[in-house]
């Protein structure tokens, strides 16, 4: 706001334009100055919401609901946040001669404190020690994505069993769509104008079902008359559930005489083996475990059909607070990808670099 729309600056406007006007000039302890005053807070008012008002009419500036309305006039509704999935490994110091049960929504934390919630009621039968059970993270988000071996606290024990962990990383949580996310999407689909037949067309119905992250759209795959469409989840796979509601959207909506295939992206596990060198002041422990962290969610489905390059996993290990250094080993080189393929997370291995 420029310095004549202030309330300070609609003051002193109106009083020298009265000054001149009549030859009195005001001392702010007027009654008339007083109501000046007044009336400048309600013009500047009046101004700050005309400005907001016109942000929010247009999809370039526009945040929050009135950006979500944009985009239903483009329909196109923002992205829900995902919880992330995995498996908690409940186990006991010794086996029992009874069977241990374990209540469905046991919660286990990791050491920042984000919570974990088993999806069913599982049992430990009488000589065993363990029982792996399905579980997600409490709540939608990136936080939810957490390296092996991180979720190894309880917040109430189940009777008998001693320990738990998580034996492979819990990914799939993804965040809420953000406005620059959603705006993007909105203004591209004013370039790239669907026609009923084109991808921009298949690709923009495809996304909008619930649960796909990312889409690639291969026309004439198998010939004339065939579309191809690939897809991936946040954590960048998609099961056969989510294969079969976006055929059914495009199946009930594609142009006649057109084959339509929906199809998994193909997996490229990549192993990632990093050493880090930790400033001074951190502790060893947390930078290992962030970075570990960090390099999880990175490999997430909006990385369908784009190469992985060794450039991009070093700024991410880089951005982790408390890393001095880095010296990435594998991959040894950049991982070529095509469009029906996504690079995924293989074996991740981050140590403390020798000195």
Known sequence: MSEQVTQQGLYEQMRADFAQRTGFYMEDNDD????????????AALRTESEWSGRQAFPQTAEGTYLDWHGQMRGLTRRAGTHAQGVLRMSLDTALSDDVEIAAGTVCTDEALVRFVTLEAATIPAGQTYVDVAAQAEQPGLAGNAAPGTVCFWTLPPVSVSSVTNPAAFTGGSEPESDAAFRSRILDSYHRLPNGANAAWYEARTLAVDGVAAAVVLPRWQGIGTVGVVIAGADGTADAALIGRVAAVLEAAREIATDVTVMAAEAVPVDVTAQITVSAGYEESAVLLAVRTALTQYFDGSLLGRPLYRAALGRVIYGVDGVENYSLT???????????????????SVTEAET
């Open 32 to 43: 008339l100055a007083a109501r000046l005053w007044a009336v400048a807070a309600q013009l």
């Open 330 to 348: 594998a991959p040894a080189a950049d991982v070529a990808i095509t469009q029906r393929q996504i690079p995924t997370l293989g074996t991740l």
